[in-house]
């Protein structure tokens, strides 16, 4: 049961244009979102988050974006660069079961120079 | 510490040994969680410590496997007995608490069983 679902496993990006990463969930009891991204041999670094009270949130060039009616998420890295290139996991919790975070499969970005 | 450690970095392993990995959160997190990520999968909790609470185990596979904390401390993550399909990236992650705190990850354990 894959209540986080990222279903492209790969995406390729050219310098300065806009990745989006999708991600979709099935449990209406996450209120919590959260983006980390991976390099190889690394563990992975939190991105950014976004609680399910909002719609949008930005930080530099990433943006989150939320549709709880769709349950769905996507970031938007704008303009992309060479050393995004990672994996970029979606996660979500529920803020009353405590801090575990259900992940999904991962996103592998490319960005091409 | 800087970040959160865990050692050792890889593990070669025998079917049916036991293993037992360690991982160092970051000095005052009171949340530390263990992850795995099998090849081309995401990460899967297994479970987590929050202060002097009891521990959440919900996600561990099986009862060869189990996690001990010491206080605020050093986690270890034992397999017992273990299997080919243990094989996989063993991620320890700290946070100030179970909210939204950001949680921070290790650089993993390597697992593989032959």
């Known amino acids: 049961d894959q209540q986080v679902k990222q279903n492209s496993p790969s995406l390729s990006v050219q310098e300065g244009r806009i990745s989006i990463l999708n991600c979709d969930y099935t449990?209406?009891?996450?209120?919590?979102f959260l983006w980390y991204k991976k390099y190889p041999a690394e563990g992975p670094t939190f991105l950014i988050s976004?609680?399910?009270?909002?719609d949008k949130n930005e930080d530099g060039r990433f943006t989150v974006f939320l549709n709880k009616s769709a349950k769905h998420l996507s970031l938007h890295i704008v303009p992309s660069q060479p050393g995004d290139s990672a994996v970029y996991f979606c996660?979500?919790?529920?803020?009353?079961?405590?801090?575990?975070?259900?992940f999904g499969q991962g996103t592998e970005l490319s960005v091409k120079p | 510490g800087a970040g959160v450690s865990q050692s050792p970095s890889n593990k070669v392993t025998e079917k049916g040994k036991d293993v037992e990995l360690r991982c160092d959160p970051i000095?005052?997190?009171?949340?530390l969680y263990w992850y795995r990520q099998r090849l081309g999968q995401g990460l899967e909790f297994l479970i987590y410590?929050?202060?002097?609470?009891?521990?959440?185990k919900s996600g561990l596979p099986s009862d060869r496997f189990s996690a001990e904390r010491t206080g605020e401390s050093v986690s270890t993550l034992t397999i017992q007995r273990t299997q080919q399909e243990d094989s996989a990236v063993y991620l320890c992650a700290s946070s100030l608490g179970a909210g939204g705190e950001t949680q921070y990850f290790g650089p993993g354990t390597r697992l593989l069983v032959l």
């Open positions: 410590f929050q202060g002097n609470s009891a521990p959440d």
């Open positions: 000095s005052g997190h009171t949340a």
């Open positions: 449990n209406s009891m996450f209120d919590y």
């Open positions: 996660a979500a919790k529920n803020y009353n079961q405590g801090g575990k975070l259900i």
């Open positions: 976004i609680s399910s009270i909002k």
